[in-house]
C-alpha cells in the first residue's frame, strides 16, 4: 500500500467556541463544507467500525467538486472548525479503486488504527470537509490530490497529478473541544492572568515582577470531564512563554499557531530520553486536572526540563510559563 505524506497522521479535528457557550459557534447551526453527491453516495464501506473498512469504489471515481457523504452516522457529539477527533482514515485511488494510503499503518496512541484529526486546520485541507460531523460517523469524501494537500505543487512533489481523484473514507471514534471550556475561576493575587482571544489563544498579563523560585499553577478554567492521571495520554493546547526579568515576556511555543494540538504522555521526562513527555514541573500540576480545564504553570529552571532534554527552540536557565488547555484523555 503505497503511503501519502504524513499530512493526515498529523492531522486534527480543532474549533473556536462562542463566547457564552461550552459549544463552538461553528456547530450552533452548523453548515457542512461539503455536501453529498452521486460520486461520494456511490461509495460503500463495510467492515468493523474503526478499522481499516472494506470499500467498494466504482470506477472511475470522478466529481467536479468535493463531495463528502454520511455512510453511516454516529450519535456522538457534532465536531465544529476547531474541534479536535480521533479516527481512522483511509484513502483510495479514484481511477482504480486501488488503496493508497491507511492511518492503520502508522498508528497512534493505544489503538494502532487511530490518527489524530483537525477540523477547519487551513494547513490540513482535507480536514475541512469534516466539519459538522458526529463521533461514531462514517464518512466518505471526494476530492482532488490538490484538495487533499492543499496546492498543486505538494500533490506533484508527491507524485500525484492536481487532478488525481482521492476517495476519503473516515471513521471518527472520539472527539473533543479544540479548547478548554470550563468555568473561570477567581484568579491568585500577584500571580500572572491569563488573557484569551476569541478563537481560544491565550496571552499573559504580568506585573513587573521577579519570577518565583517555587513551582506554582492555578487554575484558570475548571473542566468538568474526567480527572487527568499520570502516565495516561493526553491531548493539550500548549502557549510557551519565557517569563523575563523584568517583563515583557516571550512566547517561545504555541500549539495554536499550528491549529493542532499536541499529544503528551504525563511522565515526566527526566535524565532518561522520552517521548512526548513534558517537564517535572507541568506533570505535577497537570496530574489531577479535569478535561475541558486550562492551567496556567510557572515551572522555575530546576523544576524544568533536564539539562539538554529540552525540545528544540526552548530556552534555558530561564522561568517558563505554560498555558495548558487539557482537550482530552487520548490513551490509558
Known amino acids: 500500500m503505497r503511503k501519502i505524506a ?41 467492515g468493523k467500525f474503526g478499522s481499516d473498512p472494506k470499500t467498494h469504489v466504482p470506477t472511475p471515481t470522478v466529481s467536479s467538486r468535493i463531495e463528502t457523504s454520511v455512510l453511516s452516522k454516529g450519535s456522538g457529539m457534532e465536531l465544529g472548525n476547531g474541534d479536535v477527533g480521533v479516527g481512522q482514515v483511509t484513502v483510495y485511488d479514484g481511477a482504480t479503486g486501488k488503496p493508497l494510503f491507511s492511518s492503520a499503518a502508522n498508528g497512534k496512541y493505544s489503538d494502532s488504527t487511530q490518527t489524530e484529526l483537525s477540523i477547519g486546520n487551513k494547513k490540513i485541507p482535507f480536514s475541512r470537509y469534516l466539519d459538522c460531523q458526529t463521533v461514531g460517523s462514517r464518512t466518505a469524501t471526494i476530492m482532488s490530490a490538490t484538495n487533499w494537500f492543499g496546492d498543486k505543487a505538494t500533490a506533484t512533489s508527491n507524485n500525484f497529478s492536481p487532478t488525481a481523484t482521492f476517495v476519503v473514507v473516515t471513521d471518527i471514534t472520539k472527539g473533543f473541544r479544540g479548547r478548554a471550556t470550563g468555568v473561570l475561576q477567581p484568579p491568585q493575587a500577584g500571580f500572572p492572568s491569563v488573557v484569551t482571544s476569541t478563537n481560544g489563544t491565550p496571552g499573559i498579563t504580568l506585573d513587573l515582577q521577579s519570577p518565583p ?114 482537550i482530552g484523555v487520548i490513551a490509558k
Open 6 to 46: 504524513a499530512i493526515v497522521v498529523a492531522a486534527a479535528f480543532v474549533a473556536s467556541l462562542a463566547a457564552c457557550s461550552d459549544l463552538p459557534a461553528q456547530v450552533q447551526g452548523c453548515t457542512p463544507n461539503s455536501t453529498a453527491g452521486s460520486a461520494s453516495n456511490a461509495i460503500s464501506a463495510s
Open 213 to 326: 523560585k517555587t513551582l506554582q499553577w492555578e487554575v484558570v478554567r475548571r473542566g468538568s470531564g474526567e480527572k487527568v492521571k499520570a502516565g495516561e495520554g493526553v491531548l493539550l493546547q500548549v502557549q510557551g512563554i519565557e517569563w523575563t526579568n523584568p517583563a515583557p515576556t516571550t512566547t517561545f511555543d504555541s500549539t495554536w499557531t499550528t491549529g493542532t494540538p499536541r499529544p503528551y504522555v504525563l511522565t515526566a521526562l527526566t535524565s532518561a530520553d522520552g517521548t512526548n513527555s513534558l517537564d517535572p514541573g507541568s506533570v505535577k500540576a497537570l496530574v489531577g486536572q479535569t478535561v475541558g480545564s486550562q492551567v496556567l504553570v510557572v515551572v522555575p529552571p530546576k523544576f524544568g526540563y533536564p539539562s539538554g532534554k529540552a525540545p528544540s527552540g526552548y530556552p534555558t536557565g530561564s522561568t517558563l510559563i505554560y498555558v495548558y488547555d487539557v
